[in-house]
C-alpha cells in the first residue's frame, strides 16, 4: 500500500492497530452496593451525553436546520427507553461496571438490526454505535484507548494520532507509524522524524486492512506498507533497512564539519524541538542550536496550563544543555493540529483560520506574560531568542512587544535578572506576513519563515488534508517566489533569515532555497543535518543561484519539482536516486 513518506528509514515489525474512536471495554463484577452507583453513573453519563448533543444541535441549525434534523435522532435513542432501561437492568441483573452493560445492551440492537432487511434503518447502526461511544467517553472520562499499555515493540497503525496520543506512547517501543489520515507536514511526521522512526501517513484503509500483531514493514524511503510480506520480500527490506542505517551512519561523520558550500558560504544547521527530553541527544547530529523550540507540547502534554516558574524550569534545562548556542522559544502556537488535552479551545469549524497562534495570546494576555517571564528568566543563561507565531500584520508584534516590555517591567520589580537585549522574532507563515514584509522587518530583529503553514496559506491547500497532498507543493512556483521575495527584503535592511518549516530541513530542496537568497540559518528535525549538511558542502552558491533562476523561469510545480529531483539526483546520485534503497552504494560525504 502508497502512504505519504513522512520520516525516513524501514521498520520491520507487529502491528499494533490503534483504533482511537472504539474503547477496549473491559468487565468487572461488582459488589452489591455498588450496583446502584454503577446505574447512578450511567444515567449522569445519559444527562451529560443529551446536553452535548443538544449544544452540536445547536450548532448544527447554524448551519442549516436540516442538519439539526439529523442530529433528532441520537436524542431520540438517548430517550429511547430499551437503550436506557435495558443497560440498567444489565448492571442489576449481571452486577458488571455500566461500561459493559452498555456494550451488551449495543450488541443485542445491533444483532437486531442485522436482522431487519430495511436499507433506512440499516443505517442508523452506525449512529447508535457512535452514540454509544459517546456515552462511554462520558463513563470513561476520556476519549482515546490507551496507548501506555503497550510494552513490545510495535508498528502503530491507525486512522489519525492526536498530539495526545503521541505524549502518551511509551516511545522505546514504538519502531514505526503508518496512518491513514494526514498530509505531508502533520505533527505526526515531526514527531516520527523527530524520535528517528519510520513514518507513511495518507495510507488509505490500512485500519480495515491490517489486524493487530500481523507483521508489518513501512518503508519511510519509498512511502510504501507491506503486510504480512514473503519471506522473499521479507529478506529484501531487511537488507533495504541495514544499507539505510550504515548510510545514516556514515553521514554521521560529517558531524564536526561546518555547513559551508566550496565557495565559503557558511549556513548554521539548528535544531526543531517539541520537548526538552531531545536536547540531549542534538549533538549526535552536529546541531549548532535550537532553531525552533515548539513550546505547545509542554501545555498539550500538562492536565493545567503551566505557569510562569513551571516554563521557566523547562526552558532552563534546554537553555543549560545548549551552552552558548542559540535557543529559539517560539511562544505558544497551540490550534489546528495542536490541540490542548482537553480540547479546550477545539469547537472552532475552521481551526487553521481561527484563534491560534499569536491570536490566541493576545486574546489571553495572561498566557503570553507568563510565557514570555518564563523566556525572559531563562536567558539569563545562554544565546536565547523569542519567535512570534502566526503573524500576519506588525501591529500583533506590536502589541506583543508591549505585553513583553511589561513582563520585563514586573521582572525587573520582582527583581529577577534576564537578558535586556533578547532578540525577538516573527514567523513568517501568513502570506499577509510575506506580502507586508517589509512592515513586519521593522518591529523584529530576524524573522524565521514557517512554510509548512506558508505553503498551506499561500496555495489554499490544508496540510493535514491527505486528499489535497498531492497540491501541496512545496516547489510551486507562488511559494519559490514568495521565499526569494522575503529573504532579498530582510537582506536589504540586514536582518537574520531562517527557515524553520519541514523545506528547510529537506536536502532535496538545500540547493534551490540557497540560491533563492540569503540564509543565515536552516532549522530542521535533527536528523536531517547530517545530509543537508552533505549537499551545502558539495555545491558553489554561483550553482545554486544558477539553479534558483532557472527554476524561477518555469510556471508548473510539477515541472519544477521533477526539474529539482533530476538535478538532485544526477549530483547526488546515492543519495536522492530512491535514496540508498535496496542496493548498497555508500559515498557519504
Ligand atoms: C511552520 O509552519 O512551518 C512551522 C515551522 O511551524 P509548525 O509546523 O509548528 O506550524
Ligand atoms: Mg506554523
Known amino acids: 500500500m502508497k502512504g505519504i513518506s513522512v520520516s525516513k528509514g524501514v521498520a520491520i515489525g507487529k502491528a499494533y492497530l490503534l483504533d482511537s474512536t472504539k474503547f477496549c471495554i473491559i468487565k468487572h463484577q461488582v459488589s452489591e452496593i455498588e450496583v446502584e452507583i454503577e446505574v447512578e453513573r450511567f444515567r449522569q453519563a445519559i444527562e451529560k451525553t443529551k446536553l452535548q448533543m443538544a449544544e452540536i444541535k445547536k450548532r448544527a441549525e447554524k448551519i442549516a436546520d436540516k442538519y439539526a434534523v439529523i442530529l433528532d435522532t441520537y436524542t431520540l435513542l438517548l430517550d429511547d427507553d430499551i437503550l436506557v432501561n435495558d443497560t440498567i437492568e444489565n448492571i ?71 498530539p495526545s496520543d503521541t505524549i502518551m506512547m511509551p516511545k522505546n517501543f514504538v519502531k514505526g507509524l503508518v496512518t491513514e489520515a ?22 488509505k484503509e490500512i ?38 542505517r550504515k548510510y545514516e551512519e556514515h553521514l554521521l561523520t560529517n558531524i564536526n564539519q561546518q555547513a559551508e558550500t566550496l565557495d565559503g558560504h557558511q549556513v548554521k544547521l539548528l535544531a526543531n524541538i517539541e520537548s526538552n527530553q531531545e536536547v540531549k541527544t542534538l549533538h549526535k547530529f552536529g546541531v549548532e542550536g535550537v532553531g525552533l523550540y515548539r513550546t505547545e507540547f509542554l501545555y498539550m502534554a500538562a492536565t493545567s496550563l503551566p505557569g510562569e516558574r513551571e516554563l521557566y524550569e523547562d526552558f532552563k534545562q534546554v537553555v543549560q544543555e545548549m551552552g552558548d548556542q542559540p535557543v529559539v522559544i517560539r511562544t505558544l502556537d497551540i490550534g489546528m493540529d495542536k490541540q490542548f488535552g482537553d480540547a479546550r479551545n477545539n469547537d472552532e469549524d475552521n481551526p487553521a483560520l481561527g484563534l491560534r497562534g499569536i491570536r490566541l495570546s493576545l486574546a489571553k494576555p495572561h498566557l503570553l506574560t507568563d510565557q514570555l517571564k518564563g523566556i525572559l528568566r531563562a536567558s539569563l543563561y545562554g544565546n536565547v531568542k523569542i519567535l512570534y507565531p502566526m503573524i500576519s500584520s506588525a501591529t500583533e508584534i506590536i502589541q506583543a512587544n508591549a ?67 498531492h497540491l501541496y507543493q512545496p516547489f510551486h512556483p507562488a511559494v519559490l517566489r514568495t521565499l526569494k521575495n522575503i529573504m532579498s527584503s530582510a537582506e536589504k535592511v540586514g536582518k537574520k533569515v531562517s527557515i524553520c518549516g519541514e523545506l528547510g530541513g529537506d536536502p532535496m530542496a538545500t540547493m534551490l532555497l540557497l540560491g533563492l537568497g540569503k540564509i543565515d540559518s536552516l532549522s530542521m528535525e535533527p536528523h536531517s543535518v547530517p545530509k543537508v549538511k552533505k549537499v551545502i558542502r558539495t555545491i558553489r552558491l554561483e550553482e545554486a543561484r544558477q539553479l534558483a533562476d532557472d527554476v524561477l523561469e ?12 533530476n538535478a538532485m539526483r544526477v549530483r547526488f546520485p546515492e543519495d536522492f536516486d530512491r535514496d540508498i534503497s535496496f542496493e548498497q552504494k555508500l559515498n557519504p560525504a
Not at 494526514?182 to 513514518?199: D, E, M, N, R, Y
Not at 506576513?433 to 489554499?460: F, M, P, R, W
Open 92 to 162: 442489576r441483573k449481571h452486577k458488571t461496571n455500566a461500561e459493559w452493560a452498555l456494550t451488551q445492551t449495543l450488541n443485542n440492537f445491533l444483532k437486531l438490526f442485522d436482522n431487519i432487511n430495511d436499507d433506512y434503518l440499516k443505517g442508523k447502526k452506525d449512529d447508535l454505535d457512535l452514540l454509544v461511544q459517546t456515552i462511554l467517553k462520558n463513563l470513561i472520562g476520556h476519549s482515546q484507548e490507551s496507548l501506555s499499555d503497550i510494552h513490545e515493540p510495535v508498528i502503530i497503525a491507525t486512522h489519525s494520532l492526536s
Open 182 to 203: 494526514g498530509g505531508k507536514t502533520s505533527h505526526v511526521g515531526i514527531f516520527a522524524a523527530a524520535l528517528g522512526i519510520p513514518a507513511i501517513t495518507g495510507v
Open 207 to 244: 485500519t480495515s486492512k491490517i489486524n493487530s500483531g500481523d507483521q508489518i514493514i513501512v518503508d519511510g524511503i519509498d512511502g510504501e506498507v507491506i503486510i504480512n510480506p514473503s519471506s522473499e520480500t521479507l529478506q529484501q527490506y531487511e537488507k533495504k533497512q541495514a544499507n539505510y
Open 403 to 469: 505585553i513583553l516590555e511589561e513582563a520585563k517591567n514586573q521582572l525587573r520589580l520582582e527583581q529577577i535578572p534576564f537578558n535586556e537585549e533578547i532578540e525577538v522574532g516573527a514567523m513568517i507563515e501568513t502570506p499577509a506576513a510575506a506580502i507586508c514584509i517589509e512592515h513586519i522587518l521593522k518591529e523584529v530583529d530576524y524573522i524565521s519563515i514557517g512554510t509548512n503553514d506558508l505553503i498551506q496559506y499561500l496555495l489554499a491547500v490544508d496540510r493535514i488534508n491527505e486528499s489535497v497532498a
Open 554 to 565: 518555469m510556471s508548473c510545480p510539477d515541472e519544477i519539482t521533477s526539474f529539482i529531483t
